[in-house]
């Protein structure tokens, strides 16, 4: 079985609805798993953030227009009157216990209450979608199986079984439908598995059902080498390897959430990015096969805290990076990048929830230096640090301020740190150069 995942793009409208159904109804069973209609989320954090600042007016203000715009859109794509019924009170249900929660005391848990409404909403909506045309599908409510535990790691062997008995429990049909995004966690609450989760549930349950290929389907034509929201002429890149695919997820290329490729890439079982207003093209296929040397694509981190640690009893001295790095572990704080020299270590954390602690208990061994609003620009491909053309980034980027290289730590990877006001114009002439074969 294949497992299908759609974006909030791909739900947002009636006629991006309409290409969702003809693209999954190919004669094949598969799990499809949908996000939130695009902007929902973003809606539903912004309810949650009015709960917080006690402006529980706002708030219902904000679930008044949500649930208006639903209705409209269950008007026009559900004729059928029954259905209609149906759907219409579903969703007021849901709406009504918004309104609850602005009685509420705010609290993570109740946060994540709300923003994992918008999931059940899409998916509620679209299945009855489906009935009314006629196409056998089923519900399968992720929050029955899908599961993190207390390191917040997806629960694999409880995955494994509960969709196994999600999967009985509904009537036997060709198309499953289930939330992306949203999980239990290891107290039984409702949690999510962070900002652009889907991609990372449909990987969770690729692997949890060994499936034959996971396709994520959204509003471009696959990974591109560079971010199209930033730089112009970036082109599909057609085949990256799980290795590759990685790394650009994790550094910030926006189309797959940073840990989609964990979950599949030890079975092998291979990736397809897909673009749903443009099925024919062919996307980009993430396997295990490595091809072409040299910079394949460059993707950017925001939101990256610098951390520089000087100390002259680092001179010669054994043990002291033992000490940075407990510091570290103990606020469960993971580092990105690290340059030495023989007097500083310099290291980048993008989760500053701890950074005010961290930086207490490394003042009591070194001289700390924090730069916050810094920007991770990652060159990928394959081999790229042996590429004969490598030597260019340095005259590239001659007048970029460049605060860190992190060079060789993989074969597939170059990591430069610079400030994120210079980042735009990092990617532009790196695309310019590296990409639309202009020589220096
Ligand atoms: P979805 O809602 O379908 O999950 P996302 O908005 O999360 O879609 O991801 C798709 C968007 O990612 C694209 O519209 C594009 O703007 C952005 N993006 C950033 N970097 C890249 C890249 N390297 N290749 C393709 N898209 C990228
Ligand atoms: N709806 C969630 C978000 O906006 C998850 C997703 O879209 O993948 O982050
Ligand atoms: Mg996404």
């Known amino acids: 079985m294949k497992v299908f995942k759609f974006g909030g793009t791909s739900v947002g409208s009636i006629e991006n609805m309409n290409q969702v159904k003809n693209i999954i109804t190919d004669g094949n069973k598969k799990v499809v798993v949908l996000s939130a209609m695009s902007g929902t989320t973003n809606q539903l954090l912004a309810i949650a953030h009015d709960i917080e600042h006690n402006f ?16 409209t859109t269950i008007h026009k794509l559900i004729q059928n009157k029954a259905l209609s019924e149906d759907v219409k009170n579903y969703v007021s249900g849901i709406f009504n216990l918004l309104v609850s929660c602005t009685y509420e005391t705010f609290s ?4 994540n209450k709300i923003v994992a409404q918008g999931e059940l909403l899409s998916t509620y909506m679209f299945n009855s979608y489906l009935k009314q ?20 790691e997806p629960d694999m ?50 692997a949890a059902i060994k499936a034959e290929e996971v396709q994520i389907w959204t509003d471009i034509d696959g990974m591109h080498n560079n971010d199209p929201r930033y730089v112009e002429n970036t082109k599909p890149i057609s085949n990256l390897s799980f290795d590759e695919a990685a790394e650009l997820a994790y550094f910030g290329a926006k189309i797959l959430h940073p840990q ?24 980009t296929l993430i396997s295990n096969e490595t091809s072409i040397h040299g910079v394949k694509a460059i993707a950017a981190k925001d939101n990256i805290t610098a951390i520089k640690i000087k100390s002259a009893r680092m001179l010669q ?5 033992k000490k940075v790095f407990e510091i570290f572990e103990t606020y469960t704080t993971a580092i990105d990048m690290i340059t030495t020299s023989e007097v500083a270590v310099s290291l980048t954390i993008d989760d500053d929830t701890n950074l005010e602690k961290i930086v207490a208990e490394l003042e009591k061994i070194a001289t700390i ?31 970029v301020k460049i605060r860190m290289i992190s060079y060789g730590g ?29 020589t220096l």
């Open 317 to 321: 001295a054994h043990g002291f990076l």
């Open 133 to 152: 045309e006629g196409i056998a599908s089923a519900l399968l409510p992720a929050l029955n199986f899908m599961r993190i535990d207390s390191f917040n």
């Open 410 to 438: 993989s074969n597939n990877n170059i990591s430069l740190l610079i400030d994120t006001k210079d980042k735009i114009l990092t990617l532009q002439k790196l695309n310019f150069y590296l990409f639309e074969l202009v």
């Open 56 to 71: 529980p007016n706002e708030a219902i203000d904000k679930i008044n227009k949500l649930h208006e715009t639903y209705f």
């Open 157 to 206: 062997a409880y995955i494994e079984k509960h969709f196994q008995l999600t999967i009985q429990k509904t009537e036997n049909a060709q198309i499953y439908i289930t939330q992306g995004f949203i999980c239990m966690d290891s107290n039984d609450s409702i949690s999510n598995l962070q900002r652009g989760g889907s991609d990372y549930t449909a990987t969770i349950i690729g």
């Open 108 to 111: 993570k848990t109740l946060e």
């Open 260 to 283: 989609t490729v964990t979950p599949v890439r030890v079975d092998g079982i291979p990736i397809r990015l897909k673009n749903t207003m443009n099925p024919e093209a062919f996307g």
């Open 369 to 399: 230096e924090v730069d916050k609003n810094q920007s991770i620009v990652c060159l990928v491909g394959h081999s790229v640090v042996k590429h004969q053309d490598t030597y260019k980034l340095f005259q590239i980027l001659q007048d």
